[in-house]
T-cell receptor, first 113, second 114 residues
Framework: GQQLNQSPQSMFIQEGEDVSMNCTSSSIFNTWLWYKQEPGEGPVLLIALYKAGELTSNGRLTAQFGITRKDSFLNISASIPSDVGIYFCAGPDIKYNFNKFYFGSGTKLNVKP | GAGVSQSPRYKVAKRGQDVALRCDPISGHVSLFWYQQALGQGPEFLTYFQNEAQLDKSGLPSDRFSAERTGGSVSTLTIQRTQQEDSAVYLC????????????FGPGTRLLVL
């Protein structure tokens, strides 16, 4: 299957700092998705990107769809303690439309108050 | 409204035991997915249903794993003769349409095989 590589694996930051994480793929994706997962819960969709070069914001979150269509970035500005969690990138297999998704291994974010 | 629910939330099984994991999707959602999430990893696709039809089961790791969705609603993932490597969180997700990226995940069932 597809390989999605996320970096960094984990981050320890101070409240108020900006955060940047990225995701690269071995294959082209037509859609990039960013999820957040908190302990004991399922992932929750944060942002969806549909077009190469697209930049989308959702509050303090900004995500970009890379021009090569093989990468995506997620930035969080002015982090707060409730940003703690694991952030996953994901994308659908283009052969299956939105019926088969691949997830990265996640970036674990820790925010110190 | 109610989200996706899964039961049990935790299951401890002895190796060789059969287990059945239940998923109640959001009412009216057409698509239903099962994922396996190992510790420290992202979810891995297991299988996909559109209404009652299982359209893709390519992610099921072995023939010990099976799934069904009755009446286009509740789904059950069954693992027969459990092995230690089956220990993981099993996540269920549903989405409103057939081609829909917004998947709503349940909290998962944490399975530990001893």
């Amino acid at each position: 299957g597809q390989q999605l590589n996320q970096s960094p694996q984990s981050m320890f930051i101070q409240e108020g700092e900006d955060v940047s994480m990225n995701c690269t793929s071995s294959s082209i994706f037509n859609t990039w998705l960013w999820y957040k997962q908190e302990p004991g819960e399922g992932p929750v969709l944060l942002i969806a990107l549909y077009k190469a070069g697209e930049l989308t914001s959702n509050g303090r979150l900004t995500a970009q769809f890379g021009i090569t269509r093989k990468d995506s970035f997620l930035n969080i500005s002015a982090s707060i303690p409730s940003d703690v969690g694991i952030y996953f990138c994901a994308g659908p297999d283009i052969k299956y439309n939105f019926n088969k998704f691949y997830f990265g291994s996640g970036t674990k974010l820790n925010v110190k108050p | 409204g109610a989200g996706v629910s899964q039961s049990p939330r935790y299951k401890v099984a002895k190796r060789g035991q059969d287990v059945a994991l239940r998923c109640d999707p959001i009412s009216g959602h057409v698509s239903l997915f099962w994922y396996q999430q190992a510790l420290g990893q992202g979810p891995e696709f297991l299988t996909y249903f559109q209404n009652e039809a299982q359209l893709d089961k390519s992610g099921l790791p072995s023939d010990r794993f099976s799934a069904e969705r009755t009446g286009g609603s509740v789904s059950t993932l069954t693992i027969q003769r459990t092995q230690q490597e089956d220990s993981a969180v099993y996540l269920c997700a549903s989405s409103p349409g057939r081609f829909q990226e917004t998947q709503y995940f349940g909290p998962g069932t944490r399975l530990l095989v001893l």
